[in-house]
């Protein structure tokens, strides 16, 4: 048997379960909108300043890091992300609330959509696409990431894809995967992205992605492939390179990223290595210029301890890490580097390639492998 695929057929037993792994559930919560600090930021072509707090849709909470938010107004001459692309489908369904269905070359795909429960309509709002772990689907991920909770608290648009099921790995990220498939990924990316704006009040300067294991080993691949729509990227257990992981795209638009794991044992049964990946990931990152948040929790291939204090749900750094950093930063910047990094992000997080202190203390999450 070909080596790689000997390699293929391990990693799918060894990693089946992966990080998080709930019970189906889409749950509901009412939440409230957060209360930024003064609003500040930069350009890409120059630099401007917001007037009075940063409050509504976007903003969360004051102290050092929080002066740049996703609900200020971009500065004169910021640089901007193009227009959605067209829908491949020809008319976008209406998409309401739960799991939707659309046609995406070369069949039709589903995804769950969650907005606020109390959407008002002059909201303009973030979208954070979330893309889940191989063991999973996205209604785990709506459940287990508490994200009905945080689109409340956090005023923002989830869009969770679902899984094509016709990878080795859920999302063709592997080198298994030929550039066609991975391409057709990324149409469903756009058509996602063009219905949901088409119907919603988008904030098109805060389209993030987020990816759990297999879904942040995609994540690494969409920030090549259509990283000039993209605000910043969250790669959670995943990275580039490898014999297996297709390597690194350098991408349109010079996005903060945090890139997170779980210390030395990180890994599948020894076959998947994601401090390896995670490594690679930071190097193509740093030299690209991106600005790099790196977090080390030490509990290997599981959830990540995430504090609540703050926040309704455990997850509230990654959110805030997503609506801190708006399209319009100038390249390599980051309110973190500025103004300190916030107190809701976890001391095991640190700026910049090897310069996270990982975290020490008890795990109580099971290893997703």
């Known amino acids: 048997m070909n080596a790689r695929w000997v390699c293929a057929v391990v990693f799918v037993a060894a990693c089946g379960g992966e990080a998080l792994q709930p019970d189906a559930n889409e749950g509901s919560g009412a939440g409230s909108s957060g209360t930024g600090g003064e609003t500040s930021g930069s350009g890409s072509s120059g630099t401007g300043t917001g007037t009075g707090p940063g409050t509504g849709p976007g903003s969360t909470g004051s102290g050092p890091g929080a002066g740049v938010s996703c609900s200020d107004v971009p500065p004169d001459g910021a640089a901007a992300p193009p227009a959605a692309k067209a829908y491949s489908g020809g008319t976008c369904p209406t998409l309401v609330p739960g799991t939707n269905t659309i046609a995406s070359v070369p069949g039709e795909r589903q995804f769950i959509l969650v907005v606020p429960t109390d959407l008002s309509e002059s909201e303009s709002l973030p979208v954070t696409f979330l893309w889940h772990w191989l063991g999973a689907d996205a209604s785990d991920f709506l459940e287990k990431g508490a994200v009905q909770e945080a689109v409340d608290q956090y005023r923002f648009i989830a869009v969770i894809p679902e899984s094509k099921d016709d990878t080795q790995f859920k999302w063709p990220y592997s080198s298994l995967d030929s550039d066609a498939r991975l391409e057709q990924e990324f149409e469903f990316f756009d058509d996602m992205l063009a219905c949901v704006s088409e119907q919603f009040a988008v904030n ?75 490594h690679n990931l930071e190097q193509e990152l740093t030299t690209d210029g991106h600005f790099l948040m790196e977090c080390v929790h030490n509990c290997g291939h599981a959830e990540p301890p995430m504090e609540t204090e703050g926040s309704t749900t455990k997850f509230g750094a990654l959110w805030e890490f997503v609506l801190h950093h708006p399209y319009w930063l100038d390249d390599g910047a980051s309110p973190y580097s500025s103004g300190g990094i916030p107190a809701s992000i976890p001391e095991w997080c640190s700026i910049g390639m090897g310069t996270a202190t990982p975290r020490e203390g008890e795990c109580t999450s099971e290893s997703g492998c």
């Open 204 to 278: 098109e300067s805060c389209v993030s992605s987020v990816g759990v294991s297999a879904g942040a080993l995609f994540t690494a691949q969409l920030a090549g492939g259509r990283g000039e729509y993209l605000s910043s990227i969250l790669v959670l257990s995943g990275g580039v390179g490898g014999n297996l992981i297709k390597g690194w795209k350098p991408a349109a638009h010079k996005m903060p990223a945090m890139v997170l794991w779980g210390g030395p044992d990180d890994n599948c049964f020894g076959v998947m290595n994601f401090v390896e990946t995670s």
